[in-house]
């Protein structure tokens, strides 16, 4: 009924239902994702504990701003995300790396383009969405192949979604 794939640090599971198809993405951290974490949010502390540190309050915050940026919090999403595909809609749920949202829905006579974005403007490569509405980055950090072969399950399974869809 399903799939799984494992490439790198992400594993990718297709579920075939009887109504759509479930992408599921799990990521899967190494140390030196552990680290960035960490490593930020403990020089914050540090900054304010270390007595000896002779910087003036408002350097301080600014420190901490700057290192506890929004875009070091995608983790505290957890570490899956699920696009539902169905002839009428596609929903995204999950770890999006975007901090202010978990869920994204795109009509499916909306889409104008999917399939493998390479890395642009500091984010990570992955599997993009494009529509009217504009573009959703639903799998960042999957690899060329594996973009593509969602694109094109997808589109075997459901070809209404864009019946003359340039591949």
Do not use: C
């Not at 995608?74 to 009428?88: K, M």
């Amino acid at each position: 009924m399903g799939s799984k794939r494992t490439e790198d640090r992400v594993q990718l599971t297709t579920t075939d239902l009887q109504e759509e198809l479930l992408f599921r993405l799990v990521r899967h951290d190494n140390l030196e994702d552990w680290f960035l974490r960490i490593f930020p949010i403990a020089l914050a502390i540090s900054t304010f504990l270390i007595p000896r540190f002779n910087h003036i309050w408002v350097f301080r915050t600014l420190i901490v701003v700057s290192i506890i940026a929004p875009t070091k919090l995608y983790w505290l999403r957890g570490r899956t995300t699920e696009l539902r595909v169905s002839a009428d809609r596609l929903v995204a749920s999950g770890n999006l790396q975007d901090l202010f949202s978990t869920r994204k829905s795109i009509p499916a006579s909306d889409v104008t383009w999917m399939g493998f974005d390479s890395i642009a403007g500091g984010n990570p490569g992955g599997f993009v969405v494009d529509s009217e509405e504009g573009r959703i980055r639903v799998f960042p950090g999957l690899s060329r192949k594996q973009a593509e072969e969602i694109a094109d399950a997808i589109l075997q399974r459901f070809p209404s979604i864009r019946p003359n869809f340039p591949r």
